[in-house]
């Protein structure tokens, strides 16, 4: 069995969503196709739990700032982990609830769950069914990157995709790549008193390419956390 469609979507990410939204513009002959979890990388593993690791990170950090302002008692404040990491979760579900109920939970059968291969260049397959498509757009996105030389050390390797499901925390912690969201996640982990490092091949960070603005925020970053630039890490 199959069916005939104008459009295939491939991946209900963000950018699957948008080009769903422009494609209704046009026909309502469609279908969404998504393999794995849906509810966006920004909402399930990415910027919005991030801010709020981030605040909560935060808020215990301005224990710092109570001498300054006349608040006693800072030094008996300690961080429960596994409550503060439920917390995050939680709120993760609720973005994640948000986006699904404002996109494929509406759908009916133009919505697909599985993964998608091609067949031929307009013919597609997913769950055994085919699927012929005048255009596909493919928004498959990205995923985190293991080198193959870690894989004996995986227990021991957290991705962006895996961090957000823990329960508890180690007492130190590399964080490689230093990227945005790899500062946010480091600086963050910092904050709640684990032992952090940050390593990038690069010689700036954040994507950073002013090389004033990027040696002050090396300085400033720098003053939290040790980082360690202009080499590969190896395990």
Do not use: H
């Amino acid at each position: 069995m199959g069916r005939s469609v104008d459009i295939a979507i491939i991946g209900a990410g963000t950018a699957g969503l948008f080009a769903l939204s422009q494609v209704k513009k046009a026909t309502d002959s469609y279908v969404l196709i998504n393999g794995g979890e849906l509810g966006t990388t920004c909402a399930r593993v990415g910027c919005m739990p991030s801010k709020a690791a981030i605040q909560v990170a935060e808020d215990f950090q301005r224990r710092k700032l109570f001498d300054r302002q006349g608040i006693e008692g800072a030094d008996e404040l300690s961080m429960d982990i596994p409550a503060a990491l439920e917390y995050v979760q939680d709120l993760r579900d609720i973005f994640v609830d948000k986006v699904l109920s404002s996109s494929t939970d509406e759908m009916g059968d133009e919505f697909i769950a599985g993964y998608a291969s091609f067949l031929e260049p307009n013919l597609l397959e997913v769950n055994g069914e085919e699927i012929r498509a005048g255009k596909v757009i493919i928004a498959t996105g990205s995923r985190p990157f293991v080198p193959q030389a870690w894989d004996a050390f995986r227990d021991r390797i957290y991705t962006t995709d895996e961090l957000f499901e823990q329960e508890s925390l180690p007492e130190s912690m590399a964080v490689i790549g230093l990227g945005v969201i790899g500062l946010e996640i480091g600086q963050a982990l910092s904050r709640v008193d684990v032992a952090v490092t940050g390593i990038d091949k690069l010689d700036r960070i954040g994507g950073i390419l002013d090389p004033v603005a990027n040696k002050q925020a090396i300085e400033i970053l720098g003053k939290e956390f040790p980082i360690w630039l202009s080499a590969e890490a190896a395990v």
